[in-house]
């Protein structure tokens, strides 16, 4: 074999080596989401050296009202990532803009059941689950995957305050404190943490949506392996 020929071979044969040992040390994902909501931070020393561990809000337990009419707790939530929003169906255009840009989002994930939608109504005493499933039918929702949630208003209030950080306003029609009612749209993570805000009615930011929701995806399958279907 002629010295090029041999130069030639040994450099196909080199290629596959040098891929594999490029994607073992620079492919796996180490993009990181961070998270919302410090509420504590503990410091401990250790070796005469400061070291800080913050503690994060957890979206509170609830029980709510489905489209379906059906009872729904957190506890179906267990083992899921899922996007959150208020809404309420008689809400002018950023809500029908939130929920056009869900349906993108139950479209990309259809086939992923660890990954869930729900839109708690800021007005529950007019948004019935007969009221919620029309309104979801018109946005085409899947019941299994996006779910649209009323129930108690003190319920939904707490849940909006203590989950996801809502200001709230005096309301003039009823004079109750309500959640002003957000464009915002959440990711929160298996371990119930805020890992991203994004603003609904922008496509840009759902598309940043989606692609941090494979981020989580990836996190997970990293850290604890391949997923079990629920």
């Known amino acids: 074999m002629s010295p090029k020929k041999a130069l030639v071979l040994g450099t196909l044969l080199l290629v596959p080596v040098l891929v594999f040992l490029f994607l073992k040390m620079f492919g796996v994902n180490r993009f990181s989401l961070r998270t919302h909501f410090p509420v504590r931070v503990d410091s401990t020393l250790v070796d005469g050296q400061w070291r800080y561990d913050t503690t994060y809000r957890q979206v509170p337990d609830f029980r709510l009202v489905s489209q379906n009419g059906a009872s729904f707790t957190a506890k179906e939530l267990e083992g899921k990532i899922y996007v959150a929003n208020f809404f309420y169906t008689s809400c002018a ?21 660890n990954v869930k939608i729900l839109s708690f109504s800021l007005r529950p005493e007019e948004d019935s689950p007969e009221v919620l499933k029309r309104y979801a039918e018109s946005f085409r929702a899947n019941p299994y995957k996006w779910v649209f949630l009323t129930g108690s208003s003190a ?76």
């Open 93 to 113: 255009a950023n809500c029908k803009q939130m929920s056009t840009q869900l349906s993108r989002v139950q479209d990309a994930f259809r086939l992923k059941p």
């Open 155 to 230: 319920e939904i209030l707490r849940l909006a305050q203590q989950g996801y950080n809502l200001q709230t306003t005096d309301s003039v029609s009823t004079g109750k404190a309500e959640p002003v009612s957000p464009q915002n749209l959440y990711l929160v993570d298996q371990q119930k943490h805020v890992r991203g805000i994004y603003d609904g009615t922008s496509a840009a930011d759902v598309d940043r949506l989606i692609t941090e929701i494979n981020v989580l995806l990836s996190e997970d399958n990293t850290d604890n392996g391949k997923q079990s279907p629920r």
